[in-house]
């Protein structure tokens, strides 16, 4: 990270930094097949085009080395972002236990000083109570104090009655007032090592920021776009690149407040009374920063219709000219077993060997997401088990990325692959429509040589 940030950005001059269920063998029942069913055959071997790279998922670089050759551990993230004010202690959602908790901005409506102490006080809790043993946190658009060259210019438009100091609002988020186990990033990195003698005794390396393109463009003279905190012209202008140059090319996990371009970032737009057509609000300078750094994870949140997970494999510019992503790709076969849906997929090749494994992936009404699996190569969807059938809400969304993992066709993350999670709580827009379970991520990471 550069030594000293663009003038233009209002950190410039003082950054706050931190450092399954079988069938009985006794049942003589005819299995039922599912009209979900694909064909148990290999695929034929096709002709591909030249331009077709295959999905690292089935053929990793040999230039990359593999997590397996390092010591690694499980390291359980609990995501979420867009709380807006809501307390986990007060009935607002649900936090639970992990190793690191992560909240991608927008804590509050308006960033008063009641709301952000409201936010870390129930943060401190969670890590007092040894529910994660540490927590990563970022500042989003809505916390307007927290961006004081913003908050000096337009501040009276929000709190005309009741004025903020930024300073003292800041002030929450600094030693000694905040707690030890606690991160606040603002555009900055940190090395977090977790040395809990129950926990797993990783590191990783993140960087965070609260950064998000403004969405509204010029109205007139006086009004030249949104006027929200810690906002930047939208791609192509200059700072929409410049801003995620600072993204060190080692990062392990990125937080930011907004999405990239193209991931989990839809915004629906009503169309008459033809319904709506689904519009990108990400930004794809950040899109473009991803691809150099290549993170294992990235948290964000912002755009509340996104919520979501993707697997992302950023194809090689080796191969194919641009910087494309590729999908997690898997061949299928589904059928049903008793009241279970279990997908066929192929094992891990890379040994040489060619080993069918059967993977159980939960309910049937989950089985109408997998409906569209109708060729090969198909991209596999996160299936969030907390949110598909409100008779199984109380499972957590979870997604695992291990090498011992079920989803995303049964193979864990590899070397080069990044892991886009939109943990936004709330739903829709203001006054929202309800709220989202907090995405739990499963995601192996090296273990420190000193724990």
Known sequence: MPSQLPAWLPWSSSTLSSTPSQQSPKDNKKKVRSRFRF???KPKPRTLPPQHIRSSLMSPSPDQPSMATKKTKKTRFICVGDTHNLSP???GFKVPKGDVLIHAGDMTKQGTYGELKKTIDWIERLVEEGVVEQAIIIAGNHELTLDPPFYSSYGHNWHSQNPQDPAT???LFTPPTLHPSITFLTHSSAHIILTSPTGPGTHFKVFGSPYTPIHITKVNELCEGSRWAFQYPPFPSTKSEEIWEDIPSDTDLLITHGPPFSHLDGWPIPVGRHGVVETHKG?????RACWKARPKLHVF????EGRGVQRVMWRDSTHVIGMEEGCACSYLEAEEEGDKLRVLTPGDDTNGKDETRRVSIGTKEMAEKVE???HDHAQMEWIDPGAVDERISGKMSVVDVTRRTRMFGGVGLREGETLMVNAAIVRGAYPYKGVNKAVVVDIELEVWEGS
Request: hydrophobic share 20%; proline share 0%; glycine share 20%.
């Open 39 to 41: 064909s148990r055959s």
């Open 89 to 91: 202690y007060q009935g």
């Open 169 to 171: 609002c800041l002030s």
């Open 283 to 287: 930004c794809e300078g950040l899109r």
């Open 301 to 304: 949140g912002h755009i509340h």
């Open 372 to 374: 569209g699996f109708t």
